[in-house]
């Protein structure tokens, strides 16, 4: 059977044919996007973000304010549009243009690529430091009351680069040209790790570039909330150096890093491996021991307490050594303590597969900050989804599963003289999820 051009015939039932046409009206397939609207409205993110920014437009012809664009670009981000060019089509979309606080007449849409990509290249250094002090005050501020410690968990990824970008440098240890941004991520003892703050930072870049001045911002913020709080800073090898460690007792820092080995490390340690061999014996199951002993660097103030995990297999040794002024934790506990970073590695895959940070094409260097830090507040509206779905089946789901499932719903939307609709489904699969959702976000 032939359909009109409008139509899309498909004969998949019976003797019926299936007809598709383009005739809904306004229908959009992010309907969630108000659900991240309200989370954005019980943070103020969006809002104190775009106050940090100085905005050197003529008023007489600004039709798109900042807060609109720096609204329209994070939900494009959270919704999976990492792309600016996908807002030349988005712009019509009636759950983003309603979750910016836009109607759906023809005169009032959103704003396309090339006036998001001029606020990019617009920032200055100045604005973004701003703009991360406000995302890092936010995130303090969702911290559970009575915080007694929190744990600071710092590590650098890989961004590549696409082409000849500002300060793109090869690193011979990813053997790609890229840059190398760090991130902070705080968790306070409710369990949730937050991500507190990123910084982009050159390919060529090592640990240190950067770190002392965002951490340092770090601890005061947490500091002026929760005055008496511990913050213990976690970190690799790459950290376990005698400036990070100087820091740390310079701030009263308790600290867990890691520690590359080297000759004398490997000769104070062989005594307890020595006493874990003749524990262990020749087996082929793996067994484990802790030890500790006290290490100086040349480079190091004074002594520290070093942790050596020992897994031994058939005979063979296979150390890891931990740095730490815990002093009243045992080896293990200690040890243990340390392996627990490897959530932050989650944490960052997710902000990077999920969110896409890692789109940072723009030529100029600080476009491309301003870029991570936009990510870093989807990731931040995330993290209050997430703590709105606590005592759901969604309680421990992940950003692509809560978009998928939970923000990629569609929905018509009529607007009439004094109200805006959005009809979804009656067959949504999580209706209860949603209005707990409403519920929690909607309460101060």
Known sequence: MAGSPAELVFPFVSSKPIIARFDGGDITSDAGLLLLAQADRKLGLTEALSNNILDVRDPAKIVHPVVDLIRERVFAIALGYEDANDLDSLADDPALRAACGRRLVPQDRLASQPTISRLENRADSKDLLCMALALAKIVVGQLPRGTRRVILDVDASEDPCHGQQEFEFFNSHYNAHCYLPVFVHITAEDGRQRLMTALLRPGNADAKTGLFGILRRCVQLIR?????????????????????????????????????????????????????????????????????????????????????????????????????????????????????????????????????????????????????????????????????????????????????????????????????????????????????????????
């Open 224 to 444: 002026k909330r929760f005055p008496k709080t511990e913050i213990v800073l976690r970190g690799d090898c790459a950290y376990g150096q005698a400036e990070v460690i100087a820091f740390c007792r310079e701030h009263g820092l308790p600290f867990v890093l890691g520690l590359s080995t080297n000759a004398r490390v490997k000769r104070l340690a062989a005594p307890g491996e020595q006493a874990a061999l003749s524990r262990a014996g020749i087996k082929d199951e793996t067994a484990r021991f802790y030890a500790s002993f006290h290490y100086k660097a040349d480079s190091w103030a004074q002594p520290e307490r070093v942790i050596e995990r020992i897994e031994i297999t058939a005979g063979a040794i296979n150390p890891r050594f931990v740095v730490s002024n815990l002093a009243d934790e045992t080896a293990e506990a200690i040890y243990l303590f340390y392996c627990e970073r490897g959530e932050q590695e989650n944490r960052i895959k997710e902000i990077k597969l999920d969110l896409r940070s890692d789109r940072t094409s723009c030529h100029r260097f600080l476009a491309n900050q301003f870029r991570l830090l936009l990510h870093a507040a989807a990731s931040v509206l995330f993290c209050a989804l997430q703590d709105a779905l606590s005592g759901t089946s969604f309680a421990k789901a992940q950003v692509g599963t809560i978009r998928l499932k939970l923000l990629k719903a569609g929905a018509q939307a009529i607007e009439s003289t004094r109200r805006l609709w959005f009809r979804l489904s009656s067959s949504f699969a999580y209706q209860s999820v949603w209005h707990a959702l409403y519920a929690r976000l909607s309460c101060t």
